[in-house]
């Protein structure tokens, strides 16, 4: 048995990273998963290999993935998104909100362009994918919402102005989304992860000249546990948070950064 057997998941930015492992981690949980993602090659990719994996290995439920290739960055493609997958898996359970990008500018710096493409992708997709689940949620008489949200929805650890912002946004959306809709059923929590190892990193680190061996020692001064976290850490608290294991969870940001917050 699996903890999303017969569920039906959507998750945005999936093709890499903590999204990446999500989708899998889902999959292998029993759910059909749609998830889209701007990188068209890689979600190919994932999408190609999980469904091979199921030809050699029929899932018991006869759980399956699908892949569409999109960027969240309007409110047209968020919705057609959602709809789709639920059209093609004939209901919704779950919406993970994942799909993230950084700049690195200061406010002098930040142009009203360079302010609205981050606040589309990282803030108001979130809130034009819930637009959409909610009402396919309702027929079901419930669901689970899950955002990716940050340690910088409550800390800010410079030189990530308009990144901060939307985190710290997220954490708001949730939880007025959770007042709104647990009344019916639907659940709605974010997780904050913390320093983990994904190709955002690998970018930056490249982009700045460090090395990974400078990343994994800061991540041990600023954590508890004294090393960055792994995608599939995280995945399995979206997990947690999209199953009935989390039934009387709602309106909450669950950190998953190696005690960072609480140092
Ligand atoms: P990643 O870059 O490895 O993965 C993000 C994925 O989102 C990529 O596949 C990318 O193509 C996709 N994406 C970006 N913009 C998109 C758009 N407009 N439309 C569709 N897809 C888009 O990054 P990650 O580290 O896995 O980050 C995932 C989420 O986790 C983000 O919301 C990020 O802010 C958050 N987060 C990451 C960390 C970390 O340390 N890695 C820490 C806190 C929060």
Redesign the pocket.
């Known amino acids: 048995m699996g903890r999303l057997d017969g569920k039906v998941a959507v998750v ?9 492992a999500t989708v899998r981690r889902f999959f292998a949980e029993g759910a059909s998963v749609a998830f ?4 068209g090659a ?2 190919n990719r994932l999408a190609t290999e999980l469904r091979m994996a199921t030809e050699l290995k029929p899932t018991a439920t006869g759980a399956t993935v699908a892949f569409t290739q ?4 309007t409110e047209d ?1 968020c919705l057609a998104f959602v709809n789709g997958a639920a059209q093609q898996f004939g209901r919704l359970d779950i919406l993970v909100n ?5 700049k690195y500018e200061k406010i002098d710096e930040a142009s009203a362009a360079s302010w609205n493409e981050i606040l ?3 803030l108001m ?1 979130y809130a034009f994918c819930a637009k959409a689940a909610v009402p396919l949620m309702r027929q079901n008489k419930g669901g689970a919402i899950v955002n ?5 929805s409550v800390v800010a650890g410079g030189g990530n102005l308009q ?1 901060d912002t939307t ?1 710290a946004a997220i954490a708001g959306l949730t939880r007025a989304l959770a007042a709104d809709h647990s009344p019916e059923g639907i659940r709605v929590n974010a997780v ?10 690998e ?1 930056r680190i490249a982009a700045a000249g460090e090395t990974v061996e400078q990343y994994n020692a800061q991540a041990a001064r600023g954590t508890m546990l004294k090393r ?2 792994r ?1 599939e850490e ?1 995945a399995a608290a979206i997990l947690f948070l999209a199953s009935d294991d989390a039934s009387y969870v709602t309106g909450a940001l669950l950190f998953v950064d190696g005690g960072m917050t609480a140092m």
Request: proline share 10%; aromatic share 6%; charged share 20%.
């Open positions: 945005t930015g999936g093709a890499s990273g903590i999204g990446e889209c993602d701007r990188d890689r979600g999109a960027d969240v960055g493609a994942n799909a993230g990008i950084r589309n992708v990282n997709s990716v949200a940050s340690v910088r990144y985190k904050g992860p913390g320093p983990i190892f994904t190709p955002f990193h970018r960055p976290g995608p995280v």
